[in-house]
């Protein structure tokens, strides 16, 4: 079984601040990792996604994250927010073969000018 | 053209009906799922389904009852419905199990029950 800890429920930041959201999983599969971004009253989008490969994982809107094996963790991190970028994080992982999404409980970017 | 759709976007109802949540995509993925989305956003599976074969039932009441009439339709059917069912419902296909890619997410549907 998997598990996942987004130990932030919200992060205050300033507008063009550098942000880091964390996120820490545990399981005793490999699996796969993402992001996923929810706007006010909307669905969920695809921020990012490690399936294989370079462990460092980047979106079209400059957010970045890494996965990192030993610390099983996949923190996202930005340089510089938006005040658009104010949203609620969820990170999630899913086992490769049926692939269910396990979510932490989100984080939630509050962005202020 | 809309790849993962959910009917209907709202939905409000009174305790102890009987609704249904239709989910379709046009994809042609072989894997669909159900995730509830509670109150406090916290998300979770309940059903998956592969080529209408259901591969994946979480701890969910009976009541919650789902349906692959075709690879390309999940749906859900909830009886005599209560207020902690009031959630906001998201759909999910996956071209096919085990492949190295991602889940697509419908809308949602947000439920109230009165």
């Known amino acids: 079984a998997q598990s996942v800890t987004q130990l932030d429920s919200q992060v205050p930041v300033f507008e063009e601040a550098p942000v880091e959201l964390r996120c820490n999983y545990s399981s005793s599969v490999s699996v796969y990792l993402f992001w996923y971004v929810q706007y006010p009253n909307q669905g969920l989008q695809l921020l990012l996604k490690y399936l294989s490969g370079s462990t460092l994982v980047k979106s079209i809107n400059g957010f970045e994250a890494e996965f990192n094996k030993s610390q099983t963790s996949f923190h996202l991190r930005k340089p510089s927010v938006h005040i658009s970028d104010t949203a609620e994080y969820f990170c999630a992982v899913s086992d490769k073969s049926f692939q269910k999404l396990v979510f932490g409980t989100g984080t939630r970017l509050l962005v202020s000018p | 053209d809309t790849a993962v759709s959910q009917t209907p976007k709202y939905l409000v109802t009174q305790m102890g009906n009987d609704k249904s949540i239709k989910c379709e995509q046009n994809?042609?993925?072989?894997?669909m799922y159900w995730y509830k989305q509670d109150s406090k956003k916290f998300l979770k599976i309940m059903f998956s389904?592969?080529?209408?074969?259901?591969?994946i039932n979480e701890t969910v009441p009976n009541r919650f009852s789902p349906k692959s009439p075709d690879k390309a339709h999940l749906n859900l059917h909830i009886n005599s419905l209560e207020l902690g069912d009031s959630a906001v419902y998201f759909c999910?296909?996956?071209?096919?199990?085990?492949?190295?890619?991602?889940?697509?997410f419908g809308p949602g549907t947000r439920l109230l029950v009165l």
């Open positions: 994809l042609g993925h072989d894997t």
């Open positions: 389904y592969n080529n209408k074969e259901l591969i």
């Open positions: 999910a296909s996956l071209p096919q199990r085990g492949a190295r890619e991602t889940q697509y």
